[in-house]
């Protein structure tokens, strides 16, 4: 190997070498630096475990691929240094601290110096640094531009949505109270749809669009609070946008919400499933871990699949409305959620119910439901142990299944980087084939739309960094030994 070139002493070059020289980890070995950072402790093991609930072994904390190559390098070295400088600013309470403040300002100021779309100063620093990392572009030829570079990295394919947000009531008791003119809510229901059609437009066959039901404006919300049916408007407006994903091979991902609106959210959902999941799934349900009922829920959604004949598209995520929801509804710990998380994931990839995800019905039943599953997390444990089953499958010579993987833009690239590379060594490896091992399909998801209307999303991603330090802290060191690696060839 040809010797790294010798930096001048006192240099800038030389104090950003010992700078980067802080963080002492092998590149080879960088993955475990990174679990003991990102991980938490191990959820207790059940007094009575189901058969095959989740693997215990040490195997599963193994890294996802086995490439000599860092899974970092695939990044290109401009997005690198742009990760490393927000994860640097995010793993620091001093400075995360006041940016968080600023950005709040911004997203919430009625100032039109202040108004990324109105500001040009303030929309070039936003959309060069932060927008940039997070967000797909403003236009369609930004947008496309944007998603053909994650699939040259070897993204499988994108989760996009449309940033327009409206301002939710504070309860359900709120949306009694709100009285919606016909006309104005007929337009927000026809923006909504054209909205969501947009989307449809700039993805390809295999990509998912997020779908937020009460971006359809206040009067969609109250049916949503009351459970009652789809307006026709909203329902032709669904079915418009269902028939388009249909066609386009595009899965539709319906977002879970507070949870004042989810058992209306799950009803619109199902509705839309027992129209369109009747072979492959294209409508997908979000069912958060973090919840005591979801175990339940799920369930039951389960047997209404089996029982009417469709495909029960799942997204499993963590949860992400513990500020605004009521506090009971949650589980104690994050152990409890890990716990529900990886059973519930353990139980639709083993197609067997197990003692985190039970059967409904009072009987077993030969033929486990039909479900289609995105697993959406952060969480390398999770990954791990999802992609350890695949591999017990593919040794039992069970039947082989793609399965898919989530993870924001601009977040968890240690993990969807190592996603990438298993995946096209699995597609590659003659040893896969043979076993028939579930290739890992990995997806970014990120929102498009002006600076103004990407904002609380942008403020949203800061929130979680800050909840988050153990992670970025990580992801930091990761992206610091990636860069030293490159540069001086530590």
């Known amino acids: 190997m040809k010797p790294a070139a010798r930096v001048a002493p006192n240099s800038p070059m030389w104090f950003l070498h010992r700078r ?11 993955h475990r630096t990174f679990d003991a950072n990102f991980t938490h402790r191990a959820p207790p093991a059940a007094t009575a475990p189901a058969k095959h609930l989740i693997p215990q072994s040490k195997e599963a904390l193994s890294p996802l691929s086995k490439s000599s190559q860092p899974p970092l390098s695939l990044l290109p070295f401009r997005v690198l240094i742009r990760s490393y400088l927000i994860a640097a600013l995010s793993s620091s309470p001093r400075l995360l ?3 968080l403040g600023l950005l709040s300002i911004l ?20 959309r060069k640094t932060i927008y ?21 990295i070897g993204y499988r394919g994108v989760i996009l949505a449309h940033a327009r947000e409206i301002v939710l009531p504070a309860g359900k008791n709120a949306t009694a109270e709100e009285k919606v003119d016909d006309l104005a809510a007929g337009m927000d229901v026809e923006t909504w749809k054209q909205s969501n059609l947009d989307t449809l437009s700039m993805v390809e066959e295999g990509d998912f669009i997020a779908v937020k039901f009460s971006g359809a404006g206040p009067q969609v919300v109250q049916q949503l609070a009351e459970e009652a049916h789809p307006a026709k408007r909203m329902d032709d407006a669904m079915i418009a946008i269902c028939n388009v994903a249909k066609r386009k091979r595009v899965g539709l991902l319906i977002d879970a919400e507070q949870s004042f609106l989810q058992a209306g959210i799950d009803s619109w959902m199902l509705r839309y499933q027992r129209k369109y999941n009747l072979g492959e799934a294209v409508v997908y349900g979000t069912y958060q871990a973090y919840r005591q009922s979801t175990p339940e829920t799920l ?16 997204k499993l995520v963590r949860g992400a409305y ?35 995800l039970r059967s409904s019905r009072a ?13 959406a997390t952060h969480n390398h444990v999770s990954v791990q142990k999802a992609m350890e089953l695949q591999k017990e499958q593919a040794a039992k010579r069970q039947a082989r299944f793609d399965l898919s993987y989530g993870q924001l833009m601009g977040m968890a690239d240690e993990v969807s980087c190592e996603l990438v590379m298993a995946g096209i060594q699995s597609k590659d490896s003659e040893a896969s084939q043979k076993l028939k091992l579930g290739v890992p399909l990995a997806y970014k998801y990120l929102p498009w739309g002006s600076v103004g209307e990407c904002m609380m999303y942008l403020v949203r991603r800061a929130e979680e960094n800050r909840s988050a330090v153990e992670r970025t802290e990580g992801a930091c060191s990761a992206l610091k030994v990636e860069i030293g690696r490159r540069v001086f060839g530590m």
């Open 20 to 30: 980067l020289r802080m963080v002492r980890v092998d590149p080879r070995t960088w």
């Open 97 to 99: 601290t006041p940016s």
């Open 107 to 126: 997203a919430k100021s009625q100032s039109p110096w202040l108004n990324p779309d109105r500001n040009p100063l303030v929309r070039y620093i936003l």
């Open 132 to 152: 940039a990392h997070f967000c797909a572009g403003e236009t369609l030829k930004d947008v496309r531009r944007t998603l053909s570079g994650l699939k040259r």
């Open 299 to 314: 369930s039951r959604h389960l047997s209404i699949a089996q029982d009417e004949g469709f495909t029960l598209g799942v």
């Open 322 to 356: 513990m500020g605004s929801d009521l506090r009971h509804l949650f589980w104690n710990s994050k152990e409890e959620t890990d716990r529900t998380y990886n059973g519930i994931a353990a139980a639709l990839i083993g197609s067997e119910f197990n003692d985190v």
């Open 363 to 375: 009987a077993k039943t030969v033929e486990f439901p039909k479900a289609k599953l995105l697993l």
